[in-house]
């Protein structure tokens, strides 16, 4: 990474700065204007920012913090004590004119630690996958490749990266054919098969888990990778107070047409000439409370979505974790799964 990756400029949006996190693998940048430091931008932040009901077409400026710590040149040597003093992950080191030189980071184990999240992964596995057909004619959607291994695999593994070894698959179509893979596979996890005989939607699938779960778990589709520390996912979901926690990515839609807006006489007040549309969609990545599970009937049919939404009008608090639209990716339809192929090719 060269310096200019953790530099942004006050002027750039909220969605920007995000990708920009993605990218340089760190949770710091620092803002410049004329080359000069005037303040710092965080994930917390940010974070921080959407959960008040920030604009997240907002820019930098509106977010990051102006009173950002940095060390001079002469007194660079002091960096990691002073970043031990004031609990930060990074410092800027300035010259004369306020320029930054250089950018001094914690340890490295700070920055990689060792993940031990160990919670039990629940992955909707029994769907028909339509949208992907004719794909899904022979295979089942978890066993489509992506790459080298099937999606439901690369899902696996960014679990076990981050220290889960219980996993339950709720199947369905073409059940034996899942069986027969993680059965035959060499693996260092507990895969454990829930056989939904009729379907239930994606939360009705979850009762048949009544007495193997009763703690904490996340719970995931088959079809999405999430780039994120997901002990920083369940960390904010403890320290939150949340019964559940939906992760949420942030999209941007362009609209290919001019927009009008009128008044309620009728009369043009603004147009938009093809407007960039933002907001937070479903991933389809959760950090759930087991008594979920005991909750539901047997044989209920009913959505995860719908489920939450019951929560929320009792009174329960649900949680949003906010990630950028680079963290996520989708294989639902087939020009997405090819972005995500790609993606993934990228990155080996």
Not at 95 to 119: C, M, S, W, Y
Not at 261 to 283: A, D, Q, R
Request: glycine content about 6%; charged content about 30%.
């Amino acid at each position: 990474m060269e310096l200019n990756d953790f530099l942004i400029d006050e002027s750039s949006c909220l969605i920007d700065a995000m990708a920009q996190l993605d990218r340089v693998a760190r949770k710091v940048v620092f803002v410049v204007v004329d080359e000069k430091l005037v303040a710092s931008l965080t994930d917390g932040d940010i974070r921080r920012w959407i959960l008040k009901k920030g604009n997240i077409e907002a820019l930098v400026k509106n977010i990051a913090n102006y009173h950002p710590k940095f060390l001079n040149e002469k007194d660079k040597y002091k960096a990691r004590s002073f970043m031990k003093i004031h609990s930060i992950e990074a410092v800027p080191i300035i010259n004369e004119q306020h320029k930054i030189t250089g950018i001094i980071f914690a340890h490295e184990e700070a920055v990689n630690p060792k993940r031990e999240l160990d919670l039990p992964v629940v992955i909707m596995a029994g769907g028909l996958g339509t949208r992907l057909y004719p794909y899904t004619k022979i295979l089942p959607k978890p066993l489509i490749p992506i790459g080298e291994i099937p999606i439901v695999e690369h899902i696996i593994n960014r679990f076990v990266e981050n220290g889960c070894s219980d996993f339950y698959l709720i199947l369905n179509h073409k059940k034996n054919m899942i069986k027969a893979y993680f059965n035959d596979l060499d693996k260092e996890y507990q895969v454990t098969y829930i056989d939904e005989d009729t379907p239930l939607g994606t939360g009705g699938g979850l009762s048949l888990l009544k007495g193997k779960i009763g703690s904490t778990f996340i719970l995931s589709n088959c079809d999405i990778l999430i780039d994120e520390d997901y002990q920083k996912i369940l960390n904010f979901h403890k320290k939150q107070t949340n019964f559940i926690t939906m992760i949420c990515s942030v999209k941007r839609v362009r609209i290919p047409y001019g927009v009008v807006e009128i008044g309620e006489t009728g009369e043009i007040e603004e147009m938009k000439e093809k407007p960039e549309l933002s907001f937070f969609v479903n991933t389809g990545m959760y950090v759930v409370d087991g008594e979920v599970i005991d909750a539901i009937d047997n044989n209920q049919v009913i959505s995860f979505p719908d489920i939450i939404e019951n929560y929320r009008t009792k009174g329960k608090k649900i949680g949003l974790f906010p990630i950028s639209e680079n963290a996520w990716l989708d294989m639902g339809q087939l020009d997405e799964m090819e972005i995500m192929r790609k993606k993934i090719e990228e990155d080996q």
